[in-house]
């Protein structure tokens, strides 16, 4: 069973910029989508940023041009990098992949690999 493993979080002030990396431990894994979900205290897990195999991506309001969604398909890994953190951006982030091309990127359902999630704390 393929695991991904996420990394990269911490504490960071508000204005500040985190990089998370995402490795799949298999290196034939090629997932068609990968995609980046948060969960903050409290609250339900949300959509963050999703990519597709191609190079196409897509945000959520909330993240657009502050946050940066990249994959290097030779590392099996994917970024997220984070810019202008804002408190509200505290959170566990979770990645996710699925082999196929998923239409709905904030669907959770369609996302068969999961990782355990990184902490990031925005303080002001």
């Known amino acids: 069973q393929v695991q991904l493993v996420e990394s990269g979080g911490g504490l960071v002030q508000v204005g500040g910029s985190l990089r998370l990396s995402c490795v799949a431990s298999e290196r034939t894994f090629s997932p068609a989508t990968m995609a980046w979900f948060r969960q903050a205290p409290g609250k339900e897990r949300e959509f963050v940023a999703a990519?597709?195999?191609?190079?196409?991506?897509y945000y959520a309001e909330s993240v657009k041009g502050r946050f940066t969604i990249s994959r290097d398909s030779a590392k099996n890994t994917v970024y997220l990098q984070m810019n202008s953190l804002k408190p509200e951006d505290t959170a566990v982030y979770y990645c996710a992949a699925a082999l196929n091309t998923v239409l709905n990127a904030g669907l959770q359902a369609q996302y068969a690999y999961w990782g355990q999630g990184t902490q990031v704390t925005v303080s002001s």
């Open positions: 990519r597709w195999r191609l190079g196409n991506t």
